[in-house]
């Protein structure tokens, strides 16, 4: 059953269209990635999808509710998170207090408690450096912050753009191992990623994105062995 779909969404700057009517769907427990060059509009879909930037048409249909003109707060409030491109924590407060910020819409003191712990298991770096002011973090323990930062709303619904820009080797393979982890417990991905050859790897399926329309759809393991996809963003 499809938890997210975008049917024919346009999407413009100015006079700049940025989305040229673009379809496609996350099922629930899926993780699905979007894949495309600089500029091919992965972002400003996400962007989209949560209510940052209007839709000229089309619509988002999120659990069977149609969220096209819902404001981003209400969003989540409904399951739906982003972790953003550039991680975009909260550079003066701490890292405890970056988790309780993603709380914001729990009002189960208990719960709240229980969930800081759960991520505190998934990034024990972050259980070390809990009072340390997240601005100081490296660029790798602030991705990390920005996705349990993420989790602590609970969502149905993870959406993450670039997670792995910027990041050393042994960061980018344990953000992958992460998100891996956040689908097997039940949470449905949708991952927006430049690294396509990872993405592809942990993914479902894939849609490719370029220029503002979807050229290419499927299996991302089909994908993963697709000669033109390998020319074009594998590097082979």
């Keep these: 059953m499809a938890l997210l779909e975008v049917k024919d969404l346009q999407v413009y700057y100015g006079v700049i269209q940025a989305l040229k009517g673009i379809n496609f769907e996350v099922n629930e427990g899926e993780i699905v990635t979007l894949i495309g060059a600089n500029g091919a509009g992965k972002t400003t879909t996400m962007q989209s ?32 998170t982003q972790v953003p491109e550039g991680r975009r924590v909260f550079q003066e407060l701490t890292v405890y207090e970056n ?66 820009m ?34 592809l790897q942990i993914a479902d399926r894939a849609y490719v994105l370029e220029v503002g329309e979807m050229v290419l759809s499927g299996k991302a393991s089909d994908l993963l062995n697709d000669d033109s996809i390998k020319k074009a963003y594998l590097g082979e």
């Excluded at 619509?59 to 819902?70: A, V």
């Excluded at 914001?104 to 229980?114: A, N």
């Excluded at 973090?137 to 149905?156: D, T």
Aim: charge should be neutral; proline fraction near 5%; charged fraction near 25%.
């Design 166 to 199: 910027g990041l050393s080797p042994l960061f980018v393979d344990q953000v992958f191992d992460i998100i891996k982890s956040f689908n097997e417990r039940g949470t449905t991905v949708l991952l927006v990623e430049q690294n396509a050859n990872k993405a």
């Design 99 to 164: 988790l309780l910020m993603g709380a914001y819409s729990i009002k189960d003191k208990k719960q709240i408690k229980e969930d800081v712990e759960e991520i505190y298991e998934w990034f024990p770096r972050l259980k070390e450096r809990k009072s340390q002011v997240a601005g100081t973090l490296s660029g790798g323990e602030q991705q990390m912050l920005a996705m349990g930062r993420a989790m602590m709303s609970r969502p149905k619904l993870l959406m993450l753009d670039e997670p792995s």
């Design 49 to 80: 999808i949560m209510g940052l930037i209007p839709a000229a048409s089309g619509s988002i249909i999120y659990d069977g509710q149609d969220i096209t003109k819902t404001p981003c707060h209400k969003i989540v409030h409904l399951g739906m």
